[in-house]
């Protein structure tokens, strides 16, 4: 009787919560706190009527602040602040405390840091040799990135924005497969593993070669 009890509280609970969900997707009103969003981090300004002159304006309300409120329509909320009432743009409002105007910088930069890396890659790839690789008798090969403790990318496919399956640190022995003017299929006997990797992070391993030309 009591799990039938809780599953009924737990299933009107979800009915609740999808029916406050509904009026904020919505824009109906809503009363209760919520918190200054602004997308810049800016204060937003506290107004006396909903108009954005500029002699309406009663105070700035900080970034972060709660507020409480009232109702709103489709562009304005009226809210309750410093015990004064009046209106603010409802977009800049969210349900939720946003997190420091500092860390969503760094978000921000980390996401268009992001974007601008692999808008380079894909420029870098456009300018690779994309034809198909031609089976070659197996060479030994080194990693050599040319600068300590860089590793180079073996690639799902010959293709710069293909998964990158792992990354060999300089000096790892592999095998050359097959190849093309920028790319080599390898294989690496440690692991057994196969993958593709710039020629250009390869060096042609001629060891063998000058020990027979020593003897």
Same mark, same amino acid.
């Given at each position: 009787m009591m799990s039938r009890r809780f599953g009924s509280l737990l299933l009107v609970c979800l009915l609740l919560l999808g029916v406050c969900v509904s009026a904020l997707a919505?824009?109906?009103?809503?009363?209760?706190?919520?918190?200054v969003n602004t997308a810049n981090g800016k204060a937003l300004r506290f107004r006396s009527s909903k108009s954005t002159s500029a002699d309406n304006v009663l105070t700035e309300i900080p970034y972060g602040?709660?507020?409480y409120v009232l109702d709103w329509d489709s562009t304005w909320a009226r809210i309750r602040y410093n015990s004064a009432v009046g209106y603010v743009v409802k977009k800049h409002l969210s349900i939720?405390?946003?997190?420091?105007?500092?860390?969503?910088?760094?978000?921000r930069a980390e996401q268009e840091a992001i974007k601008e890396q692999e808008k380079a890659v894909k420029t870098a790839n456009s300018k690779l040799d994309h034809s198909k690789l031609k089976k070659v008798d197996t060479y030994d090969v080194t990693? @050599? =990135? *040319?600068?300590?403790? #860089?590793?180079?990318?073996?690639?799902?496919?010959?293709?710069?924005?293909?998964?990158?399956l792992?990354?060999?640190?300089?000096g790892t022995r592999l095998e050359v497969t097959a190849k093309n003017k920028d790319w080599a299929l390898v294989y690496h006997g440690g692991t057994? @593993? =196969? *993958?593709?990797?710039? #020629?250009?992070?390869?060096?042609?391993?001629?060891v063998e070669d000058e020990i027979l030309e020593d003897d």
């Amino acid at each position: 009787m009591m799990s039938r009890r809780f599953g009924s509280l737990l299933l009107v609970c979800l009915l609740l919560l999808g029916v406050c969900v509904s009026a904020l997707a919505a824009g109906e009103m809503q009363q209760g706190s919520m918190y200054v969003n602004t997308a810049n981090g800016k204060a937003l300004r506290f107004r006396s009527s909903k108009s954005t002159s500029a002699d309406n304006v009663l105070t700035e309300i900080p970034y972060g602040t709660k507020v409480y409120v009232l109702d709103w329509d489709s562009t304005w909320a009226r809210i309750r602040y410093n015990s004064a009432v009046g209106y603010v743009v409802k977009k800049h409002l969210s349900i939720a405390r946003p997190d420091s105007y500092e860390v969503v910088q760094a978000e921000r930069a980390e996401q268009e840091a992001i974007k601008e890396q692999e808008k380079a890659v894909k420029t870098a790839n456009s300018k690779l040799d994309h034809s198909k690789l031609k089976k070659v008798d197996t060479y030994d090969v080194t990693v @050599r =990135t *040319g600068v300590e403790d #860089l590793a180079a990318s073996l690639y799902a496919k010959a293709d710069l924005t293909s998964e990158v399956l792992v990354a060999y640190e300089e000096g790892t022995r592999l095998e050359v497969t097959a190849k093309n003017k920028d790319w080599a299929l390898v294989y690496h006997g440690g692991t057994e @593993r =196969t *993958g593709y990797m710039l #020629l250009e992070d390869l060096e042609e391993d001629l060891v063998e070669d000058e020990i027979l030309e020593d003897d």
